[in-house]
């Protein structure tokens, strides 16, 4: 799943199939890994810091299974509420301790750490205008000029300028021109124009961004709306319904959680049949229990339907407004608003996919996704090479009991070639702190000869200088270590995590 946000209100957000990379850094500082600044980014409110984790590892066994539940709201409600922590723990932990059969079959979908989508405001706002969907009317200016001809051209009673950066806490954050808020109303379109001098070309520091902030290129001039009243609407795919479901409350502008927990009979849930799709019936009664009257009935039950067709269009997996609200001139708008999307329809969501910002991203991390990896910097100076989210976080804890500390973690996933494992260890040697390399390779999907092939190939050709240490198991393993073992070169193998992981802090210690 791929979560993108229209608002400031920026979630990370953990998929059931991979990773995000600013939750892990945050996830890894609080256990001793201090992430290094800057990179990373997800869409619309990714960069909350995860809470932290219990000590003392990133890595736990899992906990007693909780007794099942059959309201198909309450997993919903359930994933909400938790932390970004606790759910990023209970993935990972997922991954790695699945019954081998169910790991098997999943490695048919790839069960591996994806780059999230990386949506700004704008470009979710559009497309929901595009669908139909109501939201304020708006323009994107990367000039200050454009920006006053922009306010100018809304001809607005009011006026909301918005920084667009990949954050949230942008109207408390500070910029570098010495201006304060990233988000600031104005009745006046020659203040739209004066501010955004101070906004574009500036790094706006907020409590999710790097201590030096990020460099502000673009801003939304939007016409500001007032709301009388507030709601919540939330389509979701639910394991449990087999399809989609309808969840509402009368009360939103609030986190849906403390509404569940305080007064659960304001929660509405409508299952909706992916066959036949939303029914007329449902999406009145569903406009009824949010408390619309009158005209507005009609007009929240046609937006229901219109964000439900949007859900099934662009393969959603979540379509959350809120507040779903109405204003004083009678009007039914989506004002803010998290998408998640599919990853497995990325083939077919070209378009969507095609606008994902990675202008926030590390350097490193965006050459790395062009080879299809998965890179987290870290401040140690121990590099890990695995394959999985799972075993990347074990190898971390692993390392850390030990006495080491990991520089990062490169992550290839299921389907590896020879040629990115050679430009895995490009990526791992270019990082001046690696003083030496831990390969964890667990071969399910993964061809161990594959990587010992690459392993030689790259020792050679980059004539490595750090110490390796390879640790092997699964497919093809002992091919691998006749490969490795008959190279000639001064390679360190290792019968398991543990015995891998004291070699790699030894190594270091030597020096």
Known sequence: MLKVNLGPRWRSSWGTQGFDRRSLRSAAASQGHQARPGGGGGAGGRRRAAPPLPPPFLFQPPPAPPAPRQDPLAGFLDKMAAPVGA????????????????????????????????????????????????????????????????????????????????AGGRGKGVFSSGLKGGVHLTKDPKVVGQLAKQMIGYNLATKQTPKEGVKVKKVMVAEALDISRETYLAILMDRSCNGPVLVGSPQGGVDIEEVAASN???????????????????????????????????????????????????????VEVNPFGETPEGQVVCFDAKINFDDNAEFRQKDIFAMDDKSENEPIENEAARYDLKYIGLDGNIACFVNGAGLAMATCDIIFLNGGKPANFLDLGGGVKESQVYQAFKLLTADPKVEAILVNIFGGIVNCAIIANGITKACRELELKVPLVVRLEGTNVHEAQNILSNSGLPITSAVDLEDAAKKAVASVAKK
């Open 87 to 166: 759910q990023a723990r209970k993935l990972l932990r997922d991954l790695a301790l699945r019954p081998p059969l169910l790991a098997a079959r999943s490695q048919v979908v790839q069960l591996t750490s994806r780059r999230w989508l990386n949506l700004q405001e704008y470009q979710s706002k559009k497309l929901m205008s595009d669908n139909g969907v109501k939201v304020q009317r708006f323009f994107v200016a990367d000039t200050a000029s454009e920006a006053l001809e922009a306010a100018k051209r809304l001809n607005a009673k009011e006026i909301v300028l918005k920084a667009q950066i990949l």
């Open 264 to 318: 659960p009979e304001l929660i509405f849930k409508e299952q909706i049949d992916i066959i036949e799709g939303i029914k007329d019936s449902q999406a009145q009664q569903m406009a009824e229990n949010l408390g619309f009257l009158g005209p507005l009935k009609n007009q929240a039950a046609d937006q229901i339907k219109k964000l439900y067709n949007l859900f099934l269009k662009i393969d959603a997996t979540q």
